[in-house]
């Protein structure tokens, strides 16, 4: 387990069929099993959990590295909350194109709030982003985001997420249009101005897919 030693656990499960309860109660976590509903909805519910001052806010597919564990446990009292930068490996990799992302997960429980943040601008409620109401610092450190371990995986978060933002938006056929011809600066921007390039085939695939995922949106958008 990569969480400070002594730190509270709190494991928020949708009724998952792998060992994930079974280990996370030998591990000393509280866990609460409750039907899946969506992003926002489960991580606001596992917020009211939280008993503690402080809540650190990671998914089962992310761990930190050494110097973020360590920062977390140095942290000052004097913020509300502290950014951290997530990279997000591909096939066992770190990709450039999902380097140092910065996001709010280390926060005083009473000040933070969950809004979705759909990526093609949509009321979908996934891609969410925690936020707080108080002063917010940065800590050293990664963390690490194991979210796609070969292209079939990542291929069917791709077909979900872009089929969930789909269905929350009304169809129209010039946002179609534009997000079509918006794949290409798109990619040209993931593969020179973020690095994808530098990350050889899997980078470009990777970052062709990124770009088509607007429009893959606009085009599962649902008619009026």
């Known amino acids: ?48 959990l939280v008993r503690t001052p402080w809540t650190l806010a990671i998914d089962a597919d992310e761990a930190l590295d050494d110097e973020l564990r360590d920062a977390i446990v140095a942290a000052p009292q004097e913020a509300d909350g502290y950014v951290v930068r997530r990279t997000t490996f591909y096939c066992g990799k770190p990709l450039r194109m999902w380097r140092d992302e910065p996001l709010l997960r280390l926060f005083r429980a009473e000040q933070a709030r969950l809004t979705p943040l759909a990526a093609a601008g949509g009321d979908a409620p996934l891609h ?39 269905t929350a938006m009304r169809f129209s056929l010039s946002r179609v249009v534009r997000e079509w011809f918006l794949i290409w600066p798109r990619w040209l921007w993931l593969l020179l101005r973020r690095g994808a390039l530098l990350d050889g085939p899997a980078g470009i695939r990777i970052a062709y897919w990124s770009a088509r995922y607007r429009y893959v949106v606009a085009r599962k958008a649902r008619p009026r």
């Not at 998952?16 to 606001?44: C, I, L, P, Q, Y």
Request: hydrophobic share 40%; charged share 30%.
């Open 1 to 48: 387990m990569s969480l400070p030693h002594g730190m509270r656990v709190l494991v928020l499960d949708a009724r998952s069929r792998d060992h994930t309860v079974e280990f996370a109660r030998a591990a000393g976590a509280d866990v609460v099993e409750r039907d899946w509903t969506n992003f926002v909805d489960a991580r606001r519910f596992a917020l009211s």
């Open 128 to 166: 969410e982003r925690w936020t707080c109401d108080g002063s917010v610092a940065e800590l050293h450190g990664t963390l690490l985001h194991f979210s796609y371990p070969d292209f079939a995986s990542y291929r069917s978060r791709f077909e979900r997420y872009t089929s969930e933002e789909g």
